[in-house]
Structure formats: structure tokens, C-alpha cells
């Protein structure tokens, strides 16, 4: 039996006794943070900024406990907002230290309840600082206020993406990408009342979120490393040329960089003041495989097995939940522990049911739980309102999603 195999049936163990000893019986599917791994995840993350704060992506955490813990560590600071109504609770409900930290939302927003909300808030508005890389996002917030009296922070979101041969890789983001461009809306936002302009973010998706050490895949994966080195070196440079373009303009407070899997090059650019990180906290299966940092998986579900349809095959009730993204078998839930457990290809993982095999199939009784992994970080609690915090072979804590505050951003 392989190391990996022993460390998966032990961690079994240690689920199964957790639930045996809650003393009640426990509704499913059983949603459980291993917060020994999650906080040495912190502490690695912290080490790999290099000393560069670290911003909490809370769309990789979606637990507000959670995302107060992460900030308990030393090295962190401020949250990366997936919406502004996520920022408006998050600060509303102190959720975040105003005196140490901030709220940047990491996507344009054209939410005009919360923007509202946003410009009636002096406090919030001095702490949450939204995104923008169009003059239609400053006409939005325009349009709901009556006055400028409450200035609203802004941040431009510039394309980090790699332009090789013509072509770009990288997530389509922002429309900005030469320097001229980003100082453009620069001097727009300056030079219009009720804004100011906070900083610059650069999200190098192609590095950050992109597996490098795919075992069986070494000739894929050398590729990937080369375009990421190319990715890091050609935004590197076009950083420094920004950033020198909008020296000439204004002094930026902020400019963000990064993810959980990049945390290393972008840390280590000049221009980059803090860095942003989330699934490197919970660690789901597809940041298993970079060469940058090894994973602890921190975040697993466990589904019930229901019945036993053939000698070989043990079926769980529900785990169809599918991580966004390009549809494929990546973006499955994997059945982690006991280990040797697989989805089927003609029904891989369902809303109502999901058979297994594998040789542990075999062992399984009606009434035992199976223990997942989500393919993507944060997206499985959209499915619970409650997470078991588990320390050593014991649950320490309940705590509440998202979805069991009432909220769906």
C-alpha cells in the first residue's frame, strides 16, 4: 500500500471518529474542515508571500469564521471580496478589523442596491475599495447617488494575461492592458468628484491557477512551466512600465497580484504590495499537482453509503457537486477516503446518487460514510449551511456558510 493510500484510510479513520463521537447523529452530506491543515496551509502561504501581506480570496473560503481565522494569522491582511454585497456583510457585520483591515472586490460590480448602500456608508466606503477597468463602472456608482460627498474608492483591474505569438493566454478579464490605456482611466478617475483611485491589480490567472506537475502528464506540464515563466518574465516587465506611467499621475496605496499557486514570482515583483490567496487555505484536488508548494488538503464532505447494487460496487446518496469551470472529469468531486474509490464513467458524480468502485467498494457497508474532496475551493459550502471543524480525530466547532447566515452572493 502507498504512503498516499495510508494517509487517506487514516485520515478516514479520524473522520469516522469524529462523527462517531458527536454524539448525535449528524444530517448528510457531512461538510468537515481539518483546520490543523488549514492553519498550517496559512502559515505556508504567509512564508511564500516573502513578507508581502496576504489578502484572503473569500470566494475560496465562503465560511466567515473561516476567513476571521485566516486573518488571525500574522502576514495576513484584508479580504478579497468576490461582491460588493459580500464586502457591505463582511464589514457591516465585523467580520473583518476595520483598524487593520480592508475589503477590495475583486470584480466590477453593477449591483446598484449595493451601491446604495456603499455611498450612504462613510465608514464602508472608507474601507471597501471596488474594482473597475471601464468609465462605465464610475457612471453606474454616479447613477445612484445624489451627491459626491462620500468618496468611493476605486482599484483598476489590468489584463495580466500572456500575449505570445498573438495570441493571449490568461483568464478575459480586464480590456486594459497597455500602459497608456491604464493611465487613461487613471486620470478619468482622479479627475472626476466623488472618486478616488486606490491602487491596481494584476490577476495572472495562467500562473496562479494552472497545475505544473501533473503526474502522468510531464510533457504538458513542462509546457505549462515555460509559458508560466514567460507569463511572469513579459508581466513582470509590463508591470514596472505601468507602474512608472502612473507615477506621473498619482501615488497608489494598493497593487495586488496573485494566487494561491503564484505566490512566489508575484510576491517577489517590485511593484506588488500584497498578494492575494484562498484555495491554498482549504486546498481542493485541483491544486494537488504544482511544483511550487505540497498540498494538505483541509476541506472534504462525507455521503452516506445507501445501497449496495452488485458485490463490487457501493452507491452514496447525492456528492453531484460539480466545481465551475470547463466541463470534464477534473471538475468532479473525488472520492478521497477510504482511498481507492472511483466515480464510474456512465454516471460519475449525481445530484441523488453516486455509485462507487474500486476495491474498498467491496468493504462498504449501507450506513458508512465516504469521504470527498471538491474539485474548487469554496464552491462545495454553497451546498450547506454548516461546517464540522475538525482538530486530531475530534470536531471543535460548528460554524456557519454563508448559506447559513441567509446569504447567497
Do not use: C
Not at 27 to 34: I, K
Amino acid at each position: 500500500m502507498s504512503t498516499d493510500s495510508i494517509s487517506r484510510n487514516r485520515l478516514a479513520a479520524r473522520l469516522d471518529a469524529a462523527v462517531r463521537s458527536h454524539g448525535e447523529s449528524l444530517s448528510t452530506p457531512v461538510f468537515v474542515v481539518d483546520v490543523d491543515a488549514f492553519d498550517a496551509n496559512a502559515t505556508d502561504l504567509v512564508k511564500r508571500a516573502a513578507g508581502k501581506p496576504v489578502r484572503v480570496a473569500s470566494k475560496s473560503v465562503r465560511v466567515p469564521e473561516l476567513i476571521k481565522r485566516a486573518l488571525s494569522h500574522d502576514g495576513f491582511r484584508g479580504v478579497h471580496a468576490y461582491t460588493l454585497a459580500e464586502a457591505l456583510w463582511l464589514e457591516e457585520n465585523g467580520v473583518v478589523d476595520g483598524e487593520v483591515d480592508d475589503i477590495l472586490v475583486a470584480y466590477p460590480s453593477v449591483d446598484r442596491a449595493a451601491l446604495s448602500r456603499l455611498v450612504a456608508s462613510p465608514r464602508a466606503a472608507s474601507r471597501i475599495t471596488l474594482m473597475i477597468d471601464d468609465v462605465a463602472h464610475l457612471d453606474v456608482v454616479d447613477s445612484v447617488r445624489a451627491s459626491t460627498a462620500v468618496p468611493v474608492r476605486v482599484a483598476i483591474d489590468v489584463d495580466a494575461g500572456l500575449v505570445v505569438g498573438g495570441r493571449h493566454v490568461g483568464p478575459k478579464r480586464s480590456p486594459l492592458y497597455d500602459a497608456a490605456d491604464v493611465v487613461a482611466l487613471a486620470r478619468t478617475v482622479i479627475a472626476r468628484p466623488g472618486f478616488q483611485l486606490a491602487g491596481v491589480m494584476t490577476y495572472e490567472g495562467q500562473v496562479a491557477g494552472v497545475p505544473d506537475a501533473v503526474p502522468h502528464q510531464r510533457a504538458k506540464s513542462m509546457v505549462v512551466r515555460r509559458l508560466k515563466d514567460a507569463s511572469v518574465a513579459q508581466l513582470r516587465a509590463r508591470r514596472a512600465e505601468i507602474a512608472a506611467a502612473l507615477r506621473e499621475v498619482t501615488d497608489l496605496a494598493l497593487w495586488n497580484a496573485g494566487g494561491s499557486g503564484s505566490l512566489e514570482s508575484s510576491a517577489a515583483d517590485p511593484e506588488v504590495t500584497e498578494v492575494t490567496a484562498g484555495s491554498g487555505l482549504l486546498v481542493p484536488t485541483l491544486f494537488d499537482h504544482y511544483q511550487a508548494f505540497q498540498p494538505r488538503p483541509a476541506s472534504f464532505f462525507g455521503l452516506p453509503v445507501t445501497r449496495r447494487p452488485s458485490a463490487d460496487i457501493a452507491t452514496v446518496h447525492g456528492g453531484g457537486f460539480v466545481a465551475s469551470g470547463t466541463a470534464g472529469s477534473d471538475r468532479l468531486p473525488s472520492p478521497w477516503a477510504p482511498a481507492g474509490l472511483h466515480v464510474t464513467g456512465m454516471e460519475g458524480a449525481g445530484e441523488v446518487q453516486t455509485p462507487l468502485t474500486g476495491h474498498p467498494a467491496a468493504l462498504l457497508r449501507v450506513g458508512d460514510l465516504v469521504w470527498f474532496r471538491h474539485a474548487k475551493s469554496g464552491e462545495p459550502f454553497e451546498h450547506t449551511d454548516r461546517v464540522h471543524l475538525l482538530s486530531g480525530d475530534t470536531f471543535v466547532d460548528t460554524v456557519a456558510t454563508y448559506r447559513g447566515h441567509g446569504l447567497v452572493f
